[in-house]
């Protein structure tokens, strides 16, 4: 049975404890066909349902309601972020 993503449940919540939605996207991994791939890439909503670029560094937290025709899942777990800054000014060439 293939589950589905209940939209209107399932969130994140931001290090400081702002809420938002999200949506999924097929994440292509380099194997060729993605049309069936597995793998799904997160990307966080605004209040306006736009796709946000940014995430704020910290630890994010998911709640995923699953559901199908008779069963419903609902998996909560940890997002640790943490966007690095590089600059070839400050750090140097890449050897």
């Not at 994440?27 to 793998?39: A, K, R």
């Not at 069963?71 to 800054?85: C, G, K, R, S, W």
């Amino acid at each position: 049975m293939k589950y589905k993503i209940d939209k209107n449940r399932s969130f994140l919540v931001s290090p400081s404890g702002e809420r938002s939605h999200f949506t999924t996207e097929v994440h292509d991994i380099g194997y060729g066909d993605i049309s069936n791939s597995p793998y799904r890439k997160i990307c966080r909503l605004d209040r306006y349902g736009k796709r946000c670029r940014s995430w704020k560094n910290g630890v994010w937290k998911l709640t995923i309601v699953l559901k199908d025709d008779k069963t419903e899942v609902v998996e909560e777990m940890e997002i640790h972020v943490a966007n690095v800054l590089w600059s070839p000014l400050i750090h140097g060439v890449p050897k």
